[in-house]
């Protein structure tokens, strides 16, 4: 419960021996497993999702781990109700980045369901899917259903998906992070993770200042008729095959 190694570990040895057939085969015994549960107080939220993206890992590029949550993280790791000071805060920060990070470099998504009225710090565990790709959604008991039905219905295309779009050198990129760009502002690189049909991202550019161009001495620039651009998404297809797509 408490040691990050051993939980990744058990995590891929589990689904090597129990994630060999096909849900229509074993849908009794999921069942069974799963009505037999009882809630007893102590929420080992944070051990429990570490153990499933490993096992996710296992699995098939573009797998899928959904939490859904109705109550704070409470004994091993991750546990939130331990958390006072600022260290733990930030080590508590750390510990679910780190599982999201997991989950990006093995193609997995996770998505995170809480319910209303209930507290579990979404604002931690939405770190997760920050890092990976997944979603973060709020619903009410009565909704439950469809909202996973809609989680489900959108699989994962291609994952370790990255970006780079490449300006003229008389742009520059607006309003983006220092740490995405490169080339005096003319090249940004952004990490995906895993991608759906629905993900889509978005920049905003605009021509360099006059002093720039002044210095760039550049008599091309007086002389445009175009601006080109250029995009570079490289990835990982289900297949396991890695592919780069270039768009000029």
Wanted: aromatic share 4%.
């Amino acid at each position: 419960m408490n040691s990050f190694d051993f939980l990744v570990e058990n995590g891929r040895k589990e689904a090597k021996a129990k994630l060999q057939g096909k849900v229509k085969d074993t849908k009794a015994d999921l069942q069974k497993q799963l009505m037999s549960i009882e809630e007893t107080g102590p929420t080992a939220l944070g051990p429990a999702l570490l153990t499933a993206v490993a096992m996710a890992a296992e699995g098939a590029p573009g797998s899928t781990v959904v939490l859904c949550t109705d109550g704070l993280a409470n004994i091993g790791l991750g546990a939130m109700d331990e958390a006072h000071s600022e260290a733990q805060v930030e080590a508590l920060d750390a510990f679910y980045a780190q599982i999201g990070i997991l989950a990006k470099e093995n193609g997995v998504t996770v998505n995170i369901v809480s319910i209303e009225g209930e507290e579990c710090n979404l604002d931690t565990l939405s770190k997760i899917a920050e890092v990976c790709g997944g979603n973060v959604e709020r619903v009410a008991p009565v909704q439950l259903t469809q909202n996973f039905s809609n989680i489900l219905s959108t699989p994962v295309i291609a994952s370790k998906v990255q970006v780079t779009v490449k300006l003229h050198k008389g742009l520059e990129f607006r309003n983006e992070e220092q740490a995405y760009l490169k080339d005096n502002g003319t090249t940004m690189m952004r990490e995906l993770g895993n991608v759906t049909e629905e993900t889509e991202i978005t920049f905003e550019y605009r021509l360099k200042s006059i002093k720039e161009l002044i210095q760039m001495e550049d008599v091309e620039l007086t002389q445009l008729t175009a601006l080109p651009f250029q995009a570079q998404i490289t990835y990982t297809a289900l297949n396991g095959a890695r592919c780069v797509r270039v768009i000029s």
